[in-house]
C-alpha cells in the first residue's frame, strides 16, 4: 500500500484538504483504488458502452490529480500513479497465484 503511505507523506495543508473533502485519507486511497479496479474491469470488454465507461473513468481521476494540486501538489498525476501501482500489484500477485507461482 505504497499509495496510502504517500498519502499521509504529504504536507499537512494537502492531508487537511484530502481529509476535509473524503472524510480521511484511507477513504480518499479506496475511492481512487476503486476507479482503478473499474477500469480495468471496463478494459476487458470492448463494446462501446465499455469505452464510455472507460472514458468516464478517466475523466475522474484526470479531475482527482487536478483537484491534489489545487491541494497544493505540484505533481498529482505522481500520487494516482502510486495508487494505480497497488492496484497493478495486487492484479499482478492474483494472476500468479493462480499460475501456482506465488
Known amino acids: 500500500m505504497q499509495g496510502l503511505e504517500l498519502l499521509k507523506k504529504l504536507p499537512?495543508?494537502?492531508q487537511q484538504a484530502?481529509?476535509?473533502?473524503y472524510g480521511s485519507l484511507e477513504s480518499y486511497y479506496?475511492?481512487?483504488y476503486k476507479l482503478y479496479q473499474s477500469d480495468r474491469h471496463w478494459f476487458?470488454?470492448?463494446t462501446q458502452e465499455a469505452k464510455i465507461k472507460r472514458q468516464e473513468i478517466?475523466?475522474?481521476?484526470f479531475d482527482l490529480e487536478d483537484e491534489l494540486e489545487t491541494f497544493g501538489l505540484i505533481d498529482g498525476h505522481a500520487v494516482l500513479t502510486e495508487i494505480s501501482s497497488d492496484h497493478g500489484k495486487e492484479v499482478l500477485d492474483g494472476f500468479l497465484k493462480k499460475l501456482g507461482s506465488k
Request: aromatic letters at 0%; zero cysteines.
Open 12 to 14: 499537512e495543508k494537502t
Open 18 to 21: 484530502i481529509i476535509s473533502k
Open 44 to 46: 476487458s470488454n470492448k
Open 58 to 61: 478517466q475523466n475522474q481521476l
Open 30 to 32: 479506496q475511492h481512487v
